[in-house]
Each structure stands twice: as structure tokens, then as C-alpha cells.
């Protein structure tokens, strides 16, 4: 394992996008990083600004307002980085598929590492979704390293 | 424009809230003298969605208009198709959605607790929000078995009973719940360092609150007396001993004083509901629409929450308006936010508990406008005054 | 005041300007009026009757457009929803209640970006929900409009 795959695993900076999402997931998540299920112990952290970011977590279906400004925010994410998409939506665009003001899947407009399913998932997901990226970023599987 | 005037950007990503939305705070020196919105970073055309649709599936997608409102919303609509077809609900199922109701309000409520502790730069409050509300999250996942989107109401009833082994289990947590939030309690609305902040902010005056129509705890602090669950009966609310909280101020500190107090009204129900719940159907399977229209209005946490749907006997409506109670809270922020420090804004913004997700069903500035702040300014310059305040307090 | 109480003063007061009366059930209640009778009849509504405005449906069924008003009167539970029948349907336009309540300040922008309606006497008629780049002249929430496919998005 080499320097950067060590410092990118040791305490992960996520910066949450919220592109057209109904709330729970975004909900789920901040429940995943408060006391009960507490990823911060492991020191993930939310991040105010994508610059600081290592993982770029996406909620919601994308609408045509925020797809210009997720490229944007996906440019501007220092490399190596990475994106999760986060629930259903996010994933494949679910029950909005059939909407006028929402154009495409999110792996459709920048480039996705890992997927959580679920309407919302569970924190306990969020959880096994970060242990999985780390061991893929760990074993070199990750294509972006 | 003036030369002193200067454009603070806030969004549409920022820290502060988990939904995008774009603000443009016109300022002098420290004050806000005008403040605009951009929203649509949410909107998904779900009503057009809607038409699509048929009823049984509508509940669903009305389910996700919002996260919070995952109760309200279903209710909602189903109301309104019973209005058009007159269909009876069984009295069980009426219980049902009561409690459902009054569980979201209960977690919704602690959760507005927790973000504007947050907003404040208060975080142990919002650790402490959001770690007290778990119990309520259990409940739902042992009644209907997801934390949200609970898929719990349809049209003529409710999908899942509550068990009788589940109802101990209920009121052991809730009582877990209630002991947390006499704390909570004490703790916000007590502190002297939240009184010199929220006390006298964001004001809404009565008669701005009755012009822009607004609703729900926000329309309350400002004394207007409304609620839905007493004014046009739904559910068992009219056979239940429960109080409607008003208070004169209309400030900040008036919302969340409402907002602490509805959650131990929203405790009590719940009990009563548990109490008195009679057996028998939960659904009373209606199996036709009629041609019509029907209007369904139900007290979500954030106030009354808006469905009309025209039918014309096919089995997808031909207009489904649906409309969320932030639509019309939300206007009032020009009302409020116009003339007081920029460090309080962004609690004033919170103060309605916006969910920008219900309302939709501000980020490239003119470069012409100088000095710009970001979002994590506005949260230093807000914690700088807290600070400031405690100093002055002769902070304990 | 009862659901009567609150029809027969807007009869009372307005005569044969109420097109037609619709009492759905003891709680609802359906007003047909002409779009020219709006303002007048909302401000009454609103002021002189003391009904909170709960918001605007516009409705697109058979090309033609209605907006229906929706008030709602708290002491007994009626809501009363005021139906304006927009005759012409390629332009249409009804005036502004705006300055009868600022509560329609949001929905006018809403309808008028999705249903194509013209407020007359509303200035700020900007986009609300639709983003900057949506095409001119283009209502989704119109009858007419057809969700285009996906292969002929614009990536």
C-alpha cells in the first residue's frame, strides 16, 4: 500500500451533494455521522467545500438545474476522488425516471465508484459502503488510483 | 445599486443545509436590506408524474415528495381521493394514521431542534437532536418496517396494523424519548446565550403571518391560532384531549418554544391513541373512483399540507396539485430577515424549517457585486457573536 | 359561520356574478365565477370574510385551462375553492391577486411557468421551479406536452 492509498483511507472527508433528492437519504446520511451509529469515530467527516473532499456522496435523481453544477463540483473535486451515489434515485433514477426534469442516471454524467440501493438505505449501509470502497481503494481495485 | 452594498452567494451546495437552494443576501455593512431565492435544484415534476399514475401508485410517489413528510403526504392524498368517492375509513385504521402522524411530527420536530442548534453553531444540540430521535426512528421500523418512507397509508385505510406485542415496546421508547427531551428542554430553553440570540430575531408579525398565509408552528409563534388536526377534523384528533400551542412573539425563540411544547401534545396523543385504539378492519378495500374532484388537507410538521385531485373516473387523476406547507412559510423570509445582522439570517432562514424538497416539487453572481462570503463566513461570524454574547453575559 | 353562512353572503354580495354554486358535501364547496371577478371576489373572500388562502390549482383538462382558488375557513373547517374558466386558450391570462394577498406571490410564478398563464399586474412573473435553460414558450404541466424520450436528451 502506498503513501497516497494510506492517506486517502485514514480519515475520508465526504462532501454531500444533494441533486434532487426527497430528503431522506440526505436525513440517513447525517444519521449515519451523529452519535448513534457515529462514522466519525472513524473519522469520516462532512466537509463544507468539495475541495477538501475525497468522496463526493451523491443523493437524488438528478434534475436539469443541478447537472450542470454536479460536473462542475465533480471537476473541481481534488484527484484521486471518488463518488458514492446514495439511494435509489441516485442509482438508477427510480420512481422519477418517467419525469420531464430529470434527464439521466447519475453514472451517466460523471463517473461512480460505488453504488448504495436502498429508498433510504440504512446508516448501516452507508457503513458497509465505506468499508467496501476503503478495501477497494486498499487492494488497488479502484481504477482512479 | 449603491456602493456600499455588497452580494453574500449562499449556495446552492453549502454547509449548511442538506437540500440545495441558492441565496442572495443583498447586505450594508452588517445588515440585510434585501434577500432573494432561486430554487428548482429539486424539482421532479412529480405532479405531472402523478397523472401517470394510478391512485394505489400515487401514494407511493407522494410518499417521496419528501423525507420528512413521509406520512403526511400519503395521508394527504388519500383523504383527498376519499373525498371524491366518499369513502368510509374503518375507525382502526383512523387510529393508525393518527399515531403515525404524531410519531413524524415527534421525530421531524426533534430533528429541527438538532439543525438549528446547528445553524446556530450549537452542535451539541444537534448531536443531541439527532441522537434522541433514534427512538422514534426504532418505532417506525418496528411498525412499519423502514426508519423512513414508511409505505404505511392507502386509499380507505392503512397497509399494516399495529400489533399488540408492539405497544409495550412503543411506550417504552417513547418514554425513553420524553426523558431526553426534558433535558433537551431545560437545556435550549433555558440557556441565556440562546434567549440573547433568538429572543426579538427574525419577527413575523401577526398580520404579515395572516397576508402570506402562513401556516403551521410558524403561523402559531406569531399568535395566529391554526391547526389543521382541530380545525378541519381528520383522524381521531377530535376524540383526544390535546392542546394547540400558540405563543405572541413571533421570533425565533417563539418557533422553537411551539415546537419543544408540540412534541409533549404529539406524546400524549400518541398514548391516548394506544389507550383507546378499538379492534376490527384496518381497510375498507373501496375498489371504484367516481368522476369529481376532492381536496385533502392534513397538519403535517411543518402545517397544512394541500392535495387536490380531479378525477375523471379513469384510474389516474387529470390534475393532482399538491402543495406543501413551506411553499407558503416560505415567502415569509422577506418579511424576517430584511434588517437584521447577517449572522442571524441563516437562523431566521431555518426558523420556518424549510424542506425545500416539498416545496419544489440562488449560484452564479453577478461579478459585479464585490465582497463575497461563503456560508462557512456566515457560520464563523455567527459563532464570533455567540461568543460576543456569552462575554457580555458573563458566560456560566 | 357554516358552509350556508359562507355561501349565501358571497351570494348575497356578488348576485348573479356567481356563475354556479357547487355544494359538494357539508365541508366543500365549488364556486364557478367569471376570470374578470377575481380580485374583487378574492378580497372579499380574504378581507371581509376573514378565509385563509390556502393556494392556487391550475387545471389543464380538454385544452382548456381553469384555475381554481382555494380558500379555506378555519373556525369550521369549509374550504371554498373559486373556479375562474380561462377562455382563450392560447393566450391566457387572468388578473393578479397579488395584492389582495402576498400568499400568491410564489404560485403565480408557478403556474405561470408551468401552465403558460399571464398574471395581468404581476410583476415578477420570473422562473421559480423550472431551470434557466428550459425552452421558451414550453409548459410541461400542459396536456399537450409529451415527456420527450430518452435518447433525444442533450447530455
Request: aromatic share 8%; glycine share 6%.
Amino acid at each position: 500500500m502506498g503513501l497516497k492509498e494510506a492517506v486517502l483511507t485514514r480519515s475520508i472527508n465526504v462532501f454531500h451533494v444533494s441533486s434532487g433528492s426527497c430528503n431522506n437519504c440526505d436525513i440517513e446520511i447525517l444519521d449515519a455521522l451523529t452519535p448513534r451509529f457515529d462514522l466519525e469515530r472513524f473519522g469520516v467527516t462532512l466537509v463544507g467545500s468539495i475541495k477538501h473532499a475525497d468522496v463526493m456522496l451523491c443523493t437524488g435523481s438528478a434534475n436539469r438545474q443541478t447537472v450542470p453544477i454536479i460536473k462542475n463540483l465533480y471537476e473541481q473535486m481534488p484527484k484521486p476522488g471518488f463518488v458514492i451515489v446514495y439511494g435509489a434515485c441516485g442509482c438508477s433514477r427510480g420512481l422519477f425516471k418517467d419525469s420531464y426534469n430529470t434527464l439521466a442516471p447519475l453514472d451517466e454524467i460523471i463517473p461512480v465508484d460505488a453504488y448504495i440501493p436502498g429508498c433510504p438505505p440504512k446508516p448501516e449501509a452507508t457503513i458497509a459502503a465505506l468499508v467496501k470502497l476503503i478495501g477497494k481503494i486498499k487492494t488497488k481495485k479502484a481504477e482512479k488510483i | 445599486m449603491s456602493n456600499n452594498r455588497s452580494t453574500i452567494p449562499i449556495g446552492p451546495y453549502h454547509p449548511l443545509q442538506e437540500e440545495p437552494e441558492f441565496w442572495k443576501l443583498i447586505v450594508e455593512g452588517e445588515k440585510v436590506v434585501d434577500v432573494d431565492v432561486r430554487i428548482g435544484y429539486n424539482h421532479r415534476g412529480i405532479e405531472k408524474i402523478s397523472e401517470s399514475k394510478s391512485f394505489d401508485q400515487s401514494l407511493f410517489l407522494v410518499e417521496r415528495i419528501c423525507g420528512i413528510c413521509s406520512s403526511s403526504h400519503p395521508i394527504a392524498c388519500a383523504q383527498a381521493i376519499e373525498d371524491i368517492t366518499g369513502t368510509e375509513v374503518p375507525e382502526r385504521a383512523l387510529y393508525i394514521r393518527t399515531i403515525s402522524q404524531e410519531l413524524e411530527r415527534l421525530h421531524s420536530h426533534m430533528l429541527w431542534v438538532g439543525l438549528a442548534g446547528h445553524f446556530l453553531g450549537y452542535n451539541t444540540v444537534f448531536m443531541w437532536g439527532w441522537k434522541y430521535r433514534e427512538p422514534i426512528c426504532d418505532i417506525m421500523e418496528t411498525v412499519t418496517g423502514n426508519r423512513q418512507n414508511y409505505a404505511m397509508h392507502k386509499v380507505g385505510g392503512v397497509r399494516r396494523d399495529i400489533e399488540k406485542e408492539h405497544i409495550p415496546y412503543i411506550l417504552t421508547r417513547l418514554d425513553e424519548f420524553l426523558k431526553h427531551l426534558d433535558m433537551l428542554k431545560g437545556a435550549v430553553l433555558d440557556d441565556p446565550v440562546l434567549h440573547a440570540r433568538l429572543k426579538g430575531v427574525g419577527v413575523l408579525t401577526k398580520e404579515a403571518a395572516l397576508d402570506y398565509s402562513a401556516l403551521g408552528p410558524t403561523a402559531r409563534a406569531s399568535d395566529v391560532n391554526i391547526d389543521v388536526r382541530r380545525d378541519h377534523p381528520y383522524g381521531v384528533y377530535d376524540r383526544l384531549k390535546w392542546n394547540v400551542i400558540t405563543q405572541k412573539e413571533g421570533d425565533v425563540f417563539a418557533k422553537a418554544v411551539v415546537r419543544i411544547l408540540e412534541m409533549y401534545e404529539s406524546a400524549s396523543i400518541i398514548r391516548q391513541c394506544l389507550d383507546k385504539m378499538p379492534d376490527g378492519p384496518i381497510d375498507s378495500k373501496p375498489k371504484d373512483i367516481s368522476q369529481g374532484e376532492g381536496i385533502g388537507v392534513i397538519e403535517a410538521p411543518r402545517g397544512e399540507c394541500f392535495h387536490y385531485i380531479k378525477c375523471d373516473g379513469t384510474n389516474s387523476p387529470v390534475r393532482h396539485k399538491i402543495r406543501a406547507p413551506t411553499y407558503m412559510n416560505f415567502p415569509t423570509f422577506r418579511e424576517t430577515v430584511i434588517g437584521e445582522t447577517v449572522s442571524d439570517a441563516t437562523i431566521i432562514m431555518a426558523a420556518i424549517d424549510p424542506c425545500y424538497c416539498c416545496t419544489e416539487r440562488m449560484t452564479v453572481v453577478d461579478h459585479k457585486d464585490k465582497e463575497l462570503l461563503k456560508a462557512q463566513d456566515l457560520i464563523r461570524l455567527s459563532q464570533e457573536k455567540t461568543r460576543k454574547i456569552k462575554e457580555e453575559l458573563g458566560a456560566r | 359561520m357554516t358552509i350556508d353562512g359562507i355561501l349565501k353572503s358571497i351570494n348575497d354580495r356578488f348576485g348573479g356574478r356567481v356563475l354556479k354554486t357547487e355544494k359538494k358535501s357539508s365541508r366543500r364547496a365549488y364556486l364557478d365565477i367569471h376570470p374578470k371577478d377575481i380580485v374583487d371576489m378574492a378580497r372579499y373572500v380574504f378581507k371581509d370574510l376573514g378565509l385563509r388562502f390556502n393556494i392556487a390549482s391550475a387545471v389543464n383538462d380538454f385544452d382548456r385551462i381553469e384555475i381554481l382558488y382555494h380558500f379555506s375557513y378555519d373556525q369550521s373547517g369549509v374550504i371554498i375553492s373559486l373556479r375562474a374558466m380561462l377562455s382563450d386558450k392560447d393566450n391566457p391570462r387572468i388578473d393578479t391577486i397579488t395584492h389582495v394577498t402576498k400568499a400568491a406571490w410564489w404560485i403565480e410564478r408557478e403556474i405561470h411557468e408551468l401552465f403558460g398563464v399571464v398574471f395581468d399586474g404581476n410583476e415578477d412573473l420570473r422562473r421559480l421551479l423550472l431551470p434557466d435553460d428550459w425552452p421558451e414558450g414550453v409548459y410541461p404541466m400542459k396536456k399537450s406536452f409529451v415527456v420527450p424520450k430518452r435518447d433525444s436528451r442533450k447530455s
